[in-house]
């Protein structure tokens, strides 16, 4: 059962952060030089942002901690997006 709560949560949060805001970012900013790297930081900011929800489980400062390594997993995420032109390899890294 918890295998597969993680793998449903995971391929909703790779489908709505890569796949959904992050294609839509890429879009919007298509005639901006910094196209890919704006796209990158914004859908990570959302991502990480979208974990504020647990400070009803855990305290402040866990939150915080856990809003950062989002952030950065987020943008190691969009990378292996771009890499490798699929979510499967996100969707892993993510379950990992």
């Given at each position: 059962?918890?295998?597969?709560?993680?793998?449903?949560?995971?391929?909703?949060?790779?489908?709505?952060?890569?796949?959904?805001?992050?294609?839509?970012?890429?879009?919007?900013?298509?005639?901006?030089?910094?196209?890919?790297?704006?796209?990158?930081?914004?859908?990570?900011?959302?991502?990480?942002?979208?974990?504020?929800?647990?400070?009803?489980?855990?305290n402040a400062m866990q939150t915080?901690?856990?809003?950062?390594?989002?952030?950065?997993?987020?943008?190691?995420?969009?990378?292996?997006?771009?890499?490798?032109?699929?979510?499967?390899?996100?969707?892993?890294?993510?379950?990992?």
């Amino acid at each position: 059962m918890s295998l597969l709560a993680m793998t449903t949560a995971v391929f909703f949060e790779e489908h709505l952060g890569r796949g959904l805001i992050f294609g839509a970012l890429l879009v919007y900013f298509k005639h901006h030089k910094w196209r890919t790297q704006l796209s990158i930081l914004l859908s990570a900011l959302l991502f990480s942002m979208s974990h504020v929800i647990n400070l009803f489980n855990q305290n402040a400062m866990q939150t915080l901690n856990q809003m950062l390594y989002t952030f950065a997993f987020g943008c190691l995420a969009s990378m292996l997006y771009i890499r490798s032109g699929s979510l499967l390899i996100p969707f892993l890294a993510h379950c990992l």
